[in-house]
């Protein structure tokens, strides 16, 4: 069916889980699930990012002896938010990007014995809500922005499932208002053992590769 990334821990709890989200609105309201719902809100002035403005992307590999009966996967974050300032006024340059843990979606899955159907990618997506990110949002404050040849090299903190270490990037500013950056997570360094199946011959990789391609809204 394919695989994802993350431990292969069981769901911490179901109070933002799939029933949440088919309740009526005022019944959300009433159980404190709609700010939830609503997705990150980032404080400041700057250039906005969400998924109205690009893709924000997470490509999955895999490893083992029985590698070729799994998939690689493309995931889309459908709720997150960035703040970019990018200092062209005298301000302070920085970057800031909140991630809903429980919006990760797997759009396509390459190679494999056979092709993953929809059932398999909505299956996929709902593990990895509920069982591998449970839902927790994903953070990243940067603590150092310096500008670099057509970008800026960005320095700062990821918080993932409670643990937050250092990650470093760059980020390309084309004139035209493009924002691109490519960065790779190790899930390990997170704290994380990447999932495996079929007595572990069948591994994801540890490395996931996370893309940014977007485009700075006009004024």
Known sequence: MGQFFGSNSAPAGAKQGAWSRDLPRNWQAALGLEKAAAGPSIAGDGHRLGPADGTLALRTGRNGAAAKAGHD?????????ALLVTGEDGAEARLALDI???SLRVVEGTGGMKALTDSDKADISQTIDDEILKRQPIVFRSTQVTPADGGLTVEGDLTLLGETRPLTFDVALGPDGSVTADTVITQSHWGMEPYST???TLRVNDEIHVSVDARIPAP
């Open 100 to 102: 809903d843990g429980g």
């Open 198 to 200: 079929l007595f572990g």
């Open 73 to 81: 996967l493309l995931i889309h974050v459908t709720r997150w938010e």
